[in-house]
């Protein structure tokens, strides 16, 4: 061994002394000039109010840089394909490593997407199957539901010693996908009477699909096919003639002398209507398809994908459909009795992913389950499970309100996890809102003082003891705790759920009372949006707000999301006496050189692209003659600018009075959003904003029921109040709201609770309770009910 002489510890190694993130003069979004240093190897806890500039510095500035510099290290061309960032807006980064960034944006709602496809489960379920299943099918695509089974043969020519030879080729691909519903799990009948009234002929208007009429461009090709007599009724067309209407293949024709295509009415329907996500198409669309299309679970693989070879082969009784559509904990022991050395290393991997789903608190959710079903925190917490075993160290994680979608019960899972993650010699930074994720905190940095404009300093840096004393918004709220109340609202009727089964629910009957606040609660997977969403009955007076993203482009703004744009188009309008398509920037008003984007676009292919304000319009985004029409004193692009607390005053009187939009506005004031820009691009929001830039639209919906999904998913604790005060008023004007919650200030504050449980998957879809908040503190009888006890100190 050998043996120390000198007495002194030496002194640390130049390597070892960087040991802080350093941040100097950052100034993205609403930054101003942001300096801070954040500890390697520590747990840093990003708090502050929706739209402080959390988001801003952690994920654009500090992750932002760090993934830009390590796709630098790649040669130009595999850069040619990575996503192109441009360096943020900072004068120095330094000591940063390698990013790994959680976020909390929900999966594509590709309908070929699963949780099993996403984290590659199933790729290792199909390589199991093809080596251990019984009778042997094929490869490992044999059992993937997204390759179809094709085979073909014909010649082949190739140049071989200077000269041409032909040969004789045969190919054939045997894959699992279903060939009935073609890998969708589900095929969509079309109802021909919502396509046609057969009393009429078509250019007596027979056709009721939305963009097909009499002289419109589909009609014209319709009527001048010549595959049939447009002046005769569809009820009287031959067998042939009807069949050219309803499916004929793509065909050369001419019409008036100009070539076009004609198809018949149900290809073209589904390449045009149905191959699109319903969600993005337009309102009336949207109601034709829900109106003609009925779809039904696919009766030849009964909904599972797959072919019947690939269901037929299987190992100790269970296919390679079975596995899928367990419960993963369930899968988990299943897995874990195969005892088959020639795959050992494959089930090692594949038991590892599946106990990491079961620790992450996602074990009730089965590897069939569509990807674009699941919300944001689950979509959030599916691809956390990827970086869990890893063995990388020094790596620093970047995770986006991981607590959203929590029950407090599953909150301290996800703390050990962090802390678990930090522990192994990594740097985790967390945006986050929850008192108790922010109370594991080794550091606090706490932005504000408050949102937008008025945000972008830190108010804070320091341990949590310090936040509490501090007297920033975040510290003088952070051990407010929301009182009982003390008397509860009458119901005034009820709406009644019978036999309610959907997803894992077993045959529940409920009666949510209406003219109250409702709130639905649970742990994470106990059946909550399946009863709410699955069972209460869309469309008559129910007014739902999602946690579905918001589309939009960054030509969108909250003045277009909104409608808001109509009514002040129309005043500008009115007070010049032009029309109203000038002054929008999509439109007649645009500038020219810039199209209305305000920017130019550069396109430096594998480098970040540059954008550049337009010259033109100096970034006001409208010609200029369009600028010298006003409004009481104000042009388009000076309104566009203000922020919805100083344009509430501006439209509420004088000569811009403007009662639309003042409601408007007004619905965007109570929902807190009072100092957003009316032209900020909605790509710029964060994800708190948008659900309350929704929930604004919403509000003006005429409907009884308001069905909220976890409204407090991005909000400060000082924005939970204003919150419930909203709700409070939208409840005394008549309204019934279920709101599906865990935040505890917003179960307290309820007339009556529903806690599903008693767990996740198939240990919940239960009704454990039902009463008033006080009830359910009293008989701390469920695991809601010992965290609301805890909560209120009772």
């Known amino acids: ?133 019984r009778p042997h099918i094929g490869s490992p695509q044999a059992f993937s539901f997204n390759v179809a089974s094709v085979s073909g043969a014909g010649a082949v020519k190739f140049e071989r010693g200077g000269k041409t030879v032909k040969e004789r080729r045969e190919f054939s691909i045997t894959g699992g996908m279903c060939p009935r519903c073609e890998g969708l799990g589900r095929t969509s009948d079309i109802d021909l009477s919502q396509l046609y009234d057969d009393s009429k002929s078509l250019n007596e208007g027979a056709l009721t699909i939305p963009g097909y009429s009499v002289d419109g461009w589909y009609g014209r090709i319709f009527s001048g096919s010549g595959f049939f007599d447009p002046d005769k009724p569809i009820r009287d067309f031959t067998k042939t003639e009807l069949d050219d209407l309803l499916y004929k293949e793509p065909t050369k024709i001419k019409v008036d002398n100009i070539n076009l295509t004609y198809e018949g009415l149900i290809p073209r329907i589904q390449k045009s209507m149905l191959s699109k996500d319903k969600e993005a198409l337009q309102p009336h669309v949207r109601a034709f398809v829900e109106r003609a299309v009925k779809f039904t679970t696919c009766p030849e693989c009964g909904g599972t994908r797959l072919s019947e070879a690939a269901r037929s082969s299987t190992i100790k009784g269970i296919s390679i459909a079975d596995a899928c559509a367990m419960q993963i904990s369930d899968l988990a022991a299943w897995i874990r009795d195969l005892d088959e050395p020639s795959v050992a290393p494959l089930l090692a991997t594949l038991q590892q992913l599946l106990d990491s789903f079961v620790e992450i608190g996602l074990g009730y959710l089965s590897l069939d389950r569509a990807s674009g079903t699941l919300s944001g925190g689950e979509a959030q917490r599916v691809k956390m499970i990827r970086h869990l075993g890893s063995s990388l160290t020094d790596v620093t994680y970047v995770f986006d309100e991981p607590t959203t979608g929590l029950h407090p019960h599953d909150i301290q899972r996800m703390n050990d996890l962090l802390l678990r993650l930090r522990d192994k010699g990594n740097t985790v930074l967390v945006v986050e809102h929850k008192p108790e994720m922010i109370a594991i905190a080794d550091h606090v940095v706490d932005l504000g003082p408050g949102a937008g404009t008025a945000g972008g300093t830190v108010c804070f840096e320091g341990t949590v003891e310090g936040l509490r004393v501090s007297g920033t918004v975040t510290g003088r709220h952070f051990d407010d705790r929301a009182a009982l109340k003390e008397t509860v609202r009458k119901p005034t009727g009820t709406l009644e759920i019978r036999g309610a089964t959907a997803n894992n629910l077993r045959n529940v009957d409920v009666d949510i009372p ?227 919650e865990h935040h505890q200030a917003v179960m307290a504050h309820a007339d009556w609770i529903i806690d599903l449980g008693p767990g996740a998957g198939h240990d919940g879809g239960r009704i454990v309770f039902e009463g008033t908040p006080g009830d359910l503190v009293a008989a701390r009888s469920t695991l809601t009910g010992e965290h609301l006890a805890a909560y209120v100190g009772a």
């Open 1 to 133: 061994m050998a043996t120390r002489t000198d007495a002194q510890s030496p002194a640390p190694h130049v390597a070892d002394t960087h040991d802080l993130i350093r941040v100097y003069g950052a100034r993205e979004n609403n930054l101003k000039d942001v300096s801070i240093e954040i500890p390697k190897r520590r747990l840093t806890v990003f708090t502050g109010v929706s739209g402080s500039g959390k988001s801003s510095l952690v994920f654009s500035t500090i992750a932002a840089e760090s993934q830009r510099l390590i796709n630098e290290t790649y040669s130009a061309f595999v850069q040619g394909f990575m996503p192109t960032l441009s360096r943020p807006e900072v004068d120095v980064l330094d000591g940063l490593t390698t990013a790994i960034v959680v976020d909390q944006e929900r999966m594509g709602p590709n309908p070929r997407s699963t949780v099993g496809t996403v984290t590659d489960a199933n790729a290792m379920l199909r390589i199991l199957f093809s080596r251990l299943g």
């Open 514 to 740: 209406l003219g109250v606040l409702v709130v639905v609660t649970g742990v994470a997977g106990s059946g909550k949006s399946s009863l709410i969403h699955g069972s209460v009955p869309a469309g008559a007076g129910v007014v739902s707000v999602d946690q579905g993203g918001i589309r939009g482009s960054r030509r969108s703004n909250p003045a277009t999301y909104t409608g808001l744009l109509d009514p002040i188009r129309k005043a500008f309008a009115k007070a010049n006496g032009v029309k109203p398509a000038l002054f929008s920037a999509n439109s007649e008003g645009a500038c020219p050189t810039c199209n209305g984007a305000g920017v130019i676009y550069t396109d430096l292919a594998m480098m970040a692209g540059v954008s550049t304000t337009c010259e033109e319009c100096e970034g006001k985004r409208f010609q200029a003659a369009v600028l010298e029409h006003k409004l009481g004193g104000r042009d388009i692009a000076e309104v566009l600018a203000m922020p919805v607390s100083e344009a509430q005053e501006f439209f509420g009187s004088g000569e811009a009075r403007t009662p639309a939009a003042r409601a408007i506005l007004d619905r965007l004031a109570d929902v807190g959003l009072g100092y957003l820009t009316l032209g900020q691009p909605l790509t710029t929001l964060s994800g708190g904003e948008r659900q309350r830039l929704k929930l604004a639209t919403h509000m003006a919906d005429k409907g009884g029921v308001y069905v909220l999904d976890e409204p407090t998913a991005g909000l400060h604790l000082a924005d939970v109040e204003q919150l419930l005060g909203l709700l409070d008023r939208l409840v005394d004007s008549g309204k019934s709201v279920i709101v599906i």
